[in-house]
């Protein structure tokens, strides 16, 4: 995927998430709010199960624990934002939804202990004057809107969802996550809607129109369930940095659609409390940052891209044939690769990366007569060479920790245990993981925390758990006292 493309990928998530709370406050015409708010999250379900089944469904673990994170988001979250858009605007409840980002650092801060720089600090407070603002608390006749401290109050509970995730949160890939998370919202709030119903504060929604219906599913399937999936996809060809600028768009796409859509009007105070509040989340750091020395230089020896002398896993030979028919099952290679890749044959039939310019094994170039496209099994990505000179060859997925062997996708066949004996790194830390020709890193919700280093950094980049950043070739991870350098054949 080019740049181009994968930008305005980015910008259609932005937009489907922006255009979701004008369509809410739409279909609040038809729904009330908490039957809505079920057909929106059953919806998002449907969808995001039906991709889960086509690709896969894995066993997850500590479902109880998901449960509890999706009470917080999407139930809590979602819920507040729709029965708040009966109370306030869609351009109020676009804006005000930036304020989530504050109240992440904020509970970071307090409960992870995390520092606060002082660009994020200039850009909390920025943020703050903006909420005054659109609230005209600077006004003689302020009073706050019901609808927005409740729009406020959703986006606290989202901002507790990120902090506890960051601890609770299995390892698991971000489309089950994502899964289970709208699969649990949706059973969390039957018994708020058969409240409601029963009670009589809403209508059983028999006599709804069509047209409110198609909104609803349209919300969920496609601005929550659709977005999610694009930015996903997306994710793997962009730096986070940009991925994180983009994704601050979401308001000003809100308040467009609620512009033009609705007819909503922009008063000045509105206007500049939108300005001071995305220059505030704007001001918010891409990644987090941790201070720390310069990390070590790699050892000048220069790196094979193979190393067939890398130690490997012992299997017995009956071992070995169970791992390959799991591996089989499961849409993997028998080497533990995904078992087909898009990718380009050179003239003398290396199979290549379709992003080269030049074969990795030959050096011929890729766009001369007889290269073409193809599919085909996954080579070697590179290497992982750990500070007491260990290579392991990238193969497969590799689990970082000082009892990785424990992990169940270990036990499976689908990864290879990277030991680092090492009290202050975790039974199961990281993963090193394999996503088409890319290779990243993800954090297992370590006690210690996992920390990235690309070449010619000076600092630390703390990984956030359960997210995948990707690594270029010349990067550094610190895991506890440990650091493990990535090398590759590709260029950085």
Known sequence: MNNLSARLLLVLAAIGWGAATTATKYALDGFGPMTLLLVKLAAAAVVLWAVLAVRGIP??????????????????????????????????????????????VALAAIVLRERVGARSMIGLL????????????????????????????????????????AQ???????????AYQFGFGALLSLPLVAWQWLSGREPLPTDVAPKYWLVAALIGGVGFAGSFLLYNHVIRYVPAGLAGVTLN???????????????????????????????GIMLFPAERQETAPKPAEPEPTPVPAVAPSAPAPRH???AKGLRN????????????????VPGVYCRDNHFNDPDLSYCAVCGIALTQAGSRPAWGDRPQLGVLVVDDGTTYPLLRDQVLGRAPE???????????????????VSPVHARVVLRGWQVGVVDDGSAGGT????????????????????LRPGSLVAVGRHQLGYYSHRNP
């Not at 609770?168 to 994502?178: E, G, K």
């Not at 996708?409 to 030991?419: E, F, K, N, R, T």
């Not at 920390?451 to 950043?469: D, E, H, M």
């Open 59 to 104: 066993r997850v673990k500590r479902k109880g624990r998901l449960a509890v994170l999706a009470w917080f988001e999407p139930t809590l979250a979602y819920g507040a934002l729709t029965l708040g858009l009966t109370y306030t605007s869609a351009t109020n409840a676009s804006l005000l939804g930036a304020s989530e980002a504050c109240f992440v």
């Open 126 to 165: 920025l943020a703050v004057v903006g909420v005054l603002l659109i609230e005209q608390v600077f006004t003689f006749s302020a009073e706050l809107n019901i609808g927005d401290l409740l729009i406020l109050g959703g986006n606290l509970a989202a901002a507790v969802y990120v902090i506890a995730a």
């Open 168 to 178: 609770l949160a299995p390892s698991i890939d971000a489309l089950p996550l994502t």
């Open 249 to 279: 768009l979401i308001p000003l796409f809100g308040v467009l659609t609620a512009v033009v859509f609705l007819a909503e009007g922009l008063t000045g105070w509105t206007i500049a409390g939108g300005i001071a509040v995305l220059a």
């Open 316 to 318: 017995t030979s009956r």
């Open 325 to 340: 028919r799991r591996a089989r099952r499961n849409g993997l290679a028998a080497n533990g690769s995904e078992a087909r």
């Open 406 to 424: 424990s992990d169940e996708s270990v036990a499976m066949g689908h990864a290879d245990p990277l030991p680092l004996p090492d009290p202050t």
């Open 451 to 470: 920390f990235v280093a690309t070449p010619g950094q000076s600092y630390w980049t703390r990984v956030l758990p359960g997210t995948v950043t990707a």
